[in-house]
């Protein structure tokens, strides 16, 4: 072979070798996707809700005082926190505190007048005895003892009654709560209940308050564990159903249910509004998977894709809840097993995967 000839012949064996590639450098990469375990769950029957949180029946109160009179004194603002027998406003007390003298110096002029009277008519009944009195004279004076006593009664109720008028000037917490309205200013005059001086409401429980239908609230019962969640917090209050109203709404012809909550943090709010699940029944034994691991199928059901030996395998599934990115499903899965929740939602049944860690 001529020396050019072997030089063309070495050229092309070299691009030959240089268009050659390994196989692992032709396959693609796997799919990437997260896992988590299938934890144990519990199937129940529930009913989801949706209404305002509001104070206990009883435990919002309206305050004005029992006299009328200028409001010298309103310790408190909107928002407040108070505590039980906390004076919190007071009328102007000089009216009340006058007749209050007034009443005790009724009282000592009556005492005075009584202990005169007793004198006088132990003196006659003395002189009666010994024939220097008549007895005339003797039942004159104890009848004026028993009017002079009558008086001192009716001026000992006065003077209670100025006391009690006294206590009426100032308004007090009736239970630890928060100030949730103001209706009369400093200074200004008050008189009767309208409009009140103050709101005060209890916030530890609070309550929900829910309409449902007539065919729901059938299903509800007085002591059934309710979950309350609400937009801004974090996690789920924890309470039950407080009462079913025995009356339908004539509007709505819907029926208030109370669910309550313990609230000793003041986390929630009055007026805010809130959503709950009422759990009716407990169906037995679930599993529990992140919302994200169901998964579409051709027939409109869910399914979960198990992982098993780098290979993912679709299985089907029943969802019996789902709240707060949470599912109880049923189903061919044990606890333990490994679903996907990420990259999971077109892998085709069997396909191979790279798991994230």
Same mark, same amino acid.
């Given at each position: 072979?001529?020396?050019?000839?072997?030089?063309?012949?070495?050229?092309?064996?070299?691009?030959?070798?240089?268009?050659?590639?390994?196989?692992?450098?032709?396959?693609?990469?796997?799919?990437?996707?997260? @896992?988590?375990?299938?934890?144990?769950?519990?199937?129940?029957?529930?009913?989801?809700?949706?209404?305002?949180?509001?104070?206990?029946?009883?435990?919002? @109160?309206?305050?004005?005082?029992?006299?009328?009179?200028?409001?010298?004194?309103?310790?408190?603002?909107?928002?407040?926190?108070?505590?039980?027998?906390?004076?919190?406003?007071?009328?102007?007390?000089?009216?009340?505190?006058?007749?209050?003298?007034?009443?005790?110096?009724?009282?000592?002029?009556?005492?005075?007048?009584?202990?005169?009277?007793?004198?006088?008519?132990?003196?006659?009944?003395?002189?009666?005895?010994?024939?220097?009195?008549?007895?005339?004279?003797?039942?004159?004076?104890?009848?004026?003892?028993?009017?002079?006593?009558?008086?001192?009664?009716?001026?000992?109720?006065?003077?209670?009654?100025?006391?009690?008028? @006294?206590?009426?000037?100032?308004?007090?917490?009736?239970?630890?709560?928060?100030?949730?309205?103001?209706?009369?200013?400093?200074?200004?005059?008050?008189?009767?209940?309208?409009?009140?001086?103050?709101?005060?409401?209890?916030?530890?429980?609070?309550?929900?308050?829910?309409?449902?239908?007539?065919?729901?609230?059938?299903?509800?019962?007085?002591?059934?564990?309710?979950?309350?969640?609400?937009?801004?917090?974090?996690?789920?209050?924890?309470?039950?159903?407080?009462? @079913?109203?025995?009356?339908?709404?004539?509007?709505?012809?819907?029926?208030?249910?109370?669910?309550?909550?313990?609230?000793?943090?003041?986390?929630?709010?009055?007026?805010?509004?809130?959503?709950?699940?009422?759990?009716?029944?407990?169906?037995?034994?679930?599993?529990?998977?992140?919302?994200?691991?169901?998964?579409?199928?051709?027939?409109?059901?869910?399914?979960?894709?198990?992982?098993?030996?780098?290979?993912?395998?679709?299985?089907?599934?029943?969802?019996?809840?789902?709240?707060?990115?949470?599912?109880?499903?049923?189903?061919?899965?044990?606890?333990?097993?490994?679903?996907?929740?990420?990259?999971?939602?077109?892998?085709?049944?069997?396909?191979?995967?790279?798991?994230?860690?």
């Amino acid at each position: 072979m001529s020396p050019r000839l072997a030089l063309l012949a070495c050229l092309f064996a070299s691009g030959v070798g240089c268009q050659r590639t390994s196989p692992e450098e032709a396959a693609p990469p796997l799919p990437r996707v997260r @896992v988590v375990p299938v934890a144990p769950g519990q199937a129940v029957r529930g009913l989801r809700v949706a209404g305002l949180l509001a104070a206990p029946p009883g435990r919002e @109160v309206r305050l004005s005082p029992r006299v009328p009179g200028r409001l010298s004194l309103l310790r408190v603002a909107e928002g407040d926190r108070v505590r039980a027998g906390e004076v919190l406003a007071q009328v102007d007390p000089l009216d009340a505190t006058a007749e209050l003298q007034q009443a005790e110096a009724a009282l000592r002029e009556a005492s005075s007048a009584l202990d005169a009277a007793k004198e006088k008519r132990a003196r006659t009944d003395v002189l009666a005895e010994h024939g220097v009195a008549a007895r005339q004279d003797a039942e004159q004076d104890r009848s004026a003892e028993a009017a002079a006593r009558a008086t001192e009664a009716r001026a000992r109720s006065a003077l209670e009654l100025a006391r009690r008028g @006294v206590g009426r000037t100032s308004l007090q917490a009736p239970f630890d709560g928060v100030v949730t309205a103001i209706g009369v200013r400093q200074g200004e005059m008050v008189e009767g209940a309208n409009p009140p001086v103050l709101q005060v409401s209890a916030t530890d429980p609070l309550e929900l308050r829910a309409y449902v239908t007539q065919q729901e609230a059938a299903a509800v019962q007085p002591g059934q564990r309710a979950t309350l969640t609400v937009d801004g917090l974090d996690g789920a209050r924890e309470g039950e159903v407080a009462a @079913v109203s025995p009356a339908v709404d004539p509007q709505s012809g819907n029926v208030l249910i109370r669910l309550r909550f313990a609230n000793p943090r003041g986390e929630l709010r009055l007026g805010a509004t809130a959503k709950a699940h009422v759990v009716l029944a407990s169906l037995g034994s679930a599993l529990a998977v992140p919302s994200s691991a169901l998964l579409p199928r051709e027939d409109g059901g869910l399914a979960v894709a198990r992982l098993v030996d780098g290979r993912v395998h679709r299985l089907p599934v029943r969802v019996v809840s789902e709240d707060e990115g949470a599912a109880v499903i049923q189903g061919p899965l044990s606890v333990g097993d490994s679903v996907v929740v990420e990259g999971g939602y077109s892998l085709p049944d069997d396909a191979g995967v790279e798991v994230l860690r």
